[in-house]
């Protein structure tokens, strides 16, 4: 069974800075893109930024210069640091990571979600 376990997120103040972790976990025999995406209320699911197993990041325009995205493949980690955090960054954010377990085929996994809200 393979699982995205989040930690991180919470109530930050405006400027202030967030990190969020992820690890897969289970069964797996490699792992292609790692990434996070973010809904807000009332607002479609988006993407924040996301790694390639090689290291290449994209991040949406909206984060550029204030979020880092990190990867560790050897412990299956990825790691989203957020400065300059804003009122509008305030979502539910969600790792998200295309998988190939062992023995089958490349999946899409989605961990549980972590709030982050940026209030004073």
């Known amino acids: 069974q393979v699982q995205l376990v989040e930690s991180g997120g919470g109530l930050v103040q405006p400027g202030g800075s967030l990190r969020l972790s992820c690890a897969a976990s289970?069964?797996?025999?490699?792992?292609?893109?790692m990434g996070w995406y973010r809904q807000a209320p009332g607002k479609q699911r988006e993407l924040v930024a996301v790694i390639t197993s090689g290291g290449s990041t994209r991040y949406a325009d909206s984060v550029k210069g204030r979020f880092t995205l990190s990867r560790d493949n050897a412990k299956n980690t990825v790691t989203l640091q957020m400065n300059s955090l804003k009122p509008e960054d305030t979502a539910v954010y969600y790792c998200?990571?295309?998988?190939?377990?062992?023995?089958?085929?490349?999946?899409?996994?989605w961990g549980q979600g972590t709030q982050v809200t940026v209030s004073s």
């Open positions: 998200n990571a295309d998988i190939i377990p062992l023995g089958t085929f490349s999946y899409r996994y």
């Open positions: 289970g069964r797996i025999f490699s792992i292609n893109d």
